[in-house]
């Protein structure tokens, strides 16, 4: 049988016992609102910061010079509606999980132009493409000038984050005509 404690103990022991649960709700509180204020995207942010860009591999690829673009454009597409507002080529395309990028130079006489999208990467909460405008060794083309108007689509792994340089809706006016016959079928590179 257990002798009782002197009442002088038992209330030590009970304060001591009391400031030990008092740090701990007060550690568990002081780390609840440091998580409150700010969040787990504050992490995430500086910890990507930290590790650097993170490529975006690209999936599919497509470029042309021939198309109905009528002045310089950079979109993405998120879905199927703003997809077929881009009539140059049938893409293969999970809007579940990936997205589509075009740029496009607009109507020109120079032969010799192209337009890549090298690179595509995010960047703490951006997502940042590198599109280059190519120029071929001068040669001067038979014929008279044609007018044309190169194009690269691709695809890459979804992200809704803003891609920078790149507009969600297709630009009222970006498209004289429809679509040219057989760009549907037209091959891949």
Known sequence: MQTPLPPERVLRYDTRTMNDHCRIVCVLLWGGSLLAAGGCHSIDSSA???????????????????????????????????????PLVEVPVDFETQMVLVAGIGPTT???????????WRDGSRIRVQVQTLY??????????????????????????????????????????????????????
């Open 48 to 86: 990507s910061q930290q590790l650097g860009p993170v490529e975006f591999p690209i999936l599919w690829e497509h470029h042309g010079s021939v198309s109905h673009i009528s002045r310089p454009l950079q979109v993405v597409a998120h879905s199927p509606e703003v997809l077929a507002q881009l």
């Open 110 to 120: 120079r032969q010799d132009l192209g337009v890549r999208i090298n690179r595509v």
């Open 136 to 189: 071929a060794a001068e040669e001067k083309p038979e014929g008279p000038p044609r007018l044309v108007s190169p194009y690269h689509v691709v695809v890459v792994p979804r992200s809704d984050l803003n891609i920078v340089g790149f507009s969600a809706a297709v630009p009222r006016g970006a498209f004289r005509g429809p679509a040219l016959p057989g760009a549907a079928t037209a091959s891949p590179d």
